[in-house]
C-alpha cells in the first residue's frame, strides 16, 4: 500500500522508499535522539491544534483494525469535522488528520508544526511534500466518490492557521505544472519502484543526517569511489584558509532581522533570488536520481543552475557581512 509517509519521502529522497521497502533491516541506523524529538513535539502539536477543532467523530479512539471501516460509517452519517480517519483505494492508503464535509464531499487536511509555505511565508511558495500528501488524500476520496469539487484540501500549521494548497494551479511561472500532475507522476515513479521496474541509486546531501538508511548510502558510494572519504573531508576543512562562512562568521559574530538565519534566508534578505521555483539541498537529490535515469538534458541543467546559484549566493552574504557594522 502506497501511503502519504511514502510520498513525503519520496520527495526528500526516491531511493529511501525503495530502500525502506527492500532494504536489509539490520542495516537500518538506529532512529536518532533528535528524530524522536520531532516526531514528540510534533505529536505535542497535533493534539493541541485538534483540541480547538469542532471535531465530531474522533477516529484517534478506535483501534487501527476497526478505523476504516468506522471513518467510512462517519463519512456516510455526513459528520462535520472527522479526527484521525484511515481511508484505502487500491493500492493507496491514507490517513489525514481532519476531513471536512463540505456539503457535497470531504475536503482533507493535515495539521502540521511547520510553516505552511517554503522559505519566507511572503512569497508564498508551498511545499511540495505537503502538497503531495494532501493531493494523495484528495485521490483516495476521488475513489471512493466522496471528495468535494474542485480537488480542495489544507494544511493547519504551526500558528494554527488554515494555510490551502490549490492543487489545481501551476506551481510557479518557470515550473507550470500543477502540483495535481506532480502528484500523479510521483505516483507512477512510487509504483515502478515498488514493482522493482524502476532503479534509485543513493546520494549524500546535509539532508541525509536524519535518514535511517545514512550508513547504508554511504558505504555504498564509497565503495564506488563516488564520495569523498572522512579523512579527505576533514583535510579539505583541516586547511588554514579554510573558513566556515555559517558556524564561525554567520552564528558567532552576527546578527540578522531572520527568523531562520541559514545562508539561504540571509541571501534572500539581501535581494538575491534563486533561478528555481523551489530551490533546496533534499530537491536535488530527487533531481539528481531522475536525470540519473532519463539522461533528460533540461532535469542536468536545473541542478546545474542551483549549485551555480548557490555559489553566488553565498557571494552575496559574504558581501552583505562585510557591509555590516562592527558593534563594539
Known sequence: MISATQLYDFVHCPHRVCMDAFGVATERDETSPFVELLWEQGLVHENAIAETLPITANMKLIGLADRERETL???????????GGRLTAGDLVGEPDLLEWAGIGYIPGDIKSGSGFEGDEGEGRFKKHYAFQLAHYVFILEQLGSTAPGRSAYIVDRDGRRVVYPL??????????????????????????LAQTKKSRPALSSACALCHWQSSCKEVLEEAGAVC????????????????????????????????QSIKA????????????TPSGAASIEWYNRWIETGDPAIKQRILDYNEDDCLATGVVVDGIRALPVMT
Open 266 to 277: 540571509i541571501a534572500k534578505y539581501l535581494g538575491f533570488q534563486w533561478r528555481d521555483a
Open 229 to 260: 572519504s572522512a579523512g579527505e573531508v576533514e583535510a579539505l576543512f583541516a586547511h588554514p584558509s579554510m573558513i566556515d562562512l555559517y558556524f564561525d562568521v554567520i552564528k558567532k559574530a552576527t546578527e540578522w532581522p531572520l527568523y531562520n
Open 168 to 193: 489545481m494551479e501551476p506551481q510557479g511561472i518557470r515550473n507550470t505544472a500543477t502540483w495535481w500532475d506532480s502528484y500523479l507522476e510521483a505516483l507512477t515513479e512510487i509504483r515502478a519502484i
Open 73 to 83: 460509517r462517519a463519512m456516510a452519517r455526513c459528520e462535520p469535522l472527522i479526527y
